[in-house]
Structures are given as C-alpha cells and as structure tokens.
C-alpha cells in the first residue's frame, strides 16, 4: 500500500521561512506525480495552494511556493504570518489512477 | 463560479448504507477533464480519499475501501453520489465532494463545504 509521508508538525516563527515535504514510503515523488497542496483550518474545507508541483493556485500568495528537493515534493512558505498556521496537506496521483493524500502537516507561527 | 454542495442524512445506523450526494451548479458535470470526487475526514484526522468518476462512467475507488464504495452520476441533474455500504463507526467522519482538474495534471479546484455523517444507533 502506497504511503505519502509528511512531516507531523512544524514550527515556524513569523516572518521566516519554512519547508514543509511530501514523501512516498516507496520511491521517489517526482512531476509526474502531479503534487498539489492543500492548507486546511479547522472546521474549513481545504483550500488548494499549489498544483502541478509549483503552480499557485489564484488568489494564492507568493510568499507559497512549490518545487521538488531531491526525492520530495516540496511547500515553502517565505516570510510566514501568523494566519499560516494551519493543517496542510499534499497529494499525489499515482500511475495506476489512484490518488492518495499525505498525512498532513500542523504548521504552528510563533 | 463553481460550486458543490453535499447533501444527505447526518446519521446512518451500523450495517446500513451511507448515501450522499453532490449538487454542482456554476458549471456542467458532463465536461470533459474533471473526476468528480469523494473525500473524508475521520474527526481530528487527515484527509482519505475515497474515489472519483468521470462523468462518462470510468471510475477510480481507493483500494481499502473499494468493495464498499459506489460514485454514480447523474448529468440530468448536475450531481454524483456516493454510497458506503456496511458501515460502521469507523466511518464516522466529515465527507466533502471535490471537483479534480485532470487533463495534463491532477488537482482539486472546488470543494463543498462538507457534511458530518455519523455511524451510530
């Protein structure tokens, strides 16, 4: 069974810089994976953030931003503030069709 | 603007089927380069997925749900469904319905809000 890993948490202080990843338990994440993240507060539906790996989403701040560093997906928040804090999520479409959410990651700005 | 609505009851009895279903408005279930989407969140968890549809009928189900899951959809009124069958407490838990862009890339462009299904006598 195909496993997405994220980190469980993250702590960040206001104004720097994070980087929040999205790993398999098997093998690479590479574009085609397709990864897009999601930010998630609570009591919210997800808000999309970044898809194709590293296109914002509209209305996305460019303070996000995604890539691939080394075998990961990858979501960089640039300059955090306090209304980042929150859940964010990754996920990957595998060949086979399926698709498969990370386990989330709780962003904490303090 | 797109926009997906769940709708269904907010308590099933175990044994029984969980019936939801999504009203799109804002846009037609029948173009071509969705999947029309299943998603839930057990309370205090991440998200699952659970499966996706294109409007033509070709699905894909998550494999450790997928002997209980059916998504249907119904292009006469702009809406998919989804039923759980068998259920249990464990399926407790905030479902949303999710449009995914598909063509080229893969993503989720509009959510519902969610609905609370709770698995309970």
């Known amino acids: 069974q195909t496993v997405v890993t994220q980190e469980p948490s993250f702590s960040v202080s206001p104004g720097g810089t994070v980087t929040l990843t999205c790993g398999l338990s098997?093998?690479?994440?590479?574009?085609?994976?397709?990864p897009s993240w999601y930010q998630q507060t609570p009591g919210q539906a997800p808000r999309t953030l970044i898809y194709?790996?590293?296109t914002r989403s509209s209305g996305v701040p460019d303070r996000f931003s995604g890539s691939i560093l080394g075998n990961k997906a990858a979501l960089t928040i640039t300059g955090a503030q306090a209304d980042d804090e929150s859940d964010y999520f990754c996920?990957?479409?595998?060949?086979?069709?399926?698709?498969?959410f990370g386990g989330g990651t709780k962003l904490t700005v303090l | 603007q797109v926009q997906l609505q769940e709708s269904g009851p907010g308590l099933v009895q175990p044994s029984q089927t969980l019936s939801l279903t999504c009203t799109v408005s804002?846009?037609?279930?029948?173009?071509?380069?969705?999947?029309w989407t299943w998603i839930r969140q057990h309370p205090g968890k991440g998200l699952e997925w659970i499966g996706h549809?294109?409007?033509?009928?070709?699905?894909y189900y998550n494999p450790s749900l997928k002997s209980r899951v059916t998504i249907s959809v119904d292009t006469s009124k702009n809406q998919f469904s989804l039923k759980l069958s068998s259920v249990t407490a464990a399926d407790t838990a905030v479902y949303y319905c999710a449009r995914a862009y598909s063509s080229g890339y893969y993503f989720f462009d509009y959510w519902g809000q969610g609905t609370l299904a709770t698995v309970s006598s």
């Open positions: 996920v990957l479409y595998m060949r086979s069709g399926i698709v498969v």
């Open positions: 194709s790996t590293n």
């Open positions: 098997s093998g690479s994440v590479s574009t085609s994976y397709y």
């Open positions: 549809l294109y409007y033509s009928g070709s699905n």
């Open positions: 804002g846009g037609s279930i029948s173009s071509g380069a969705y999947y």
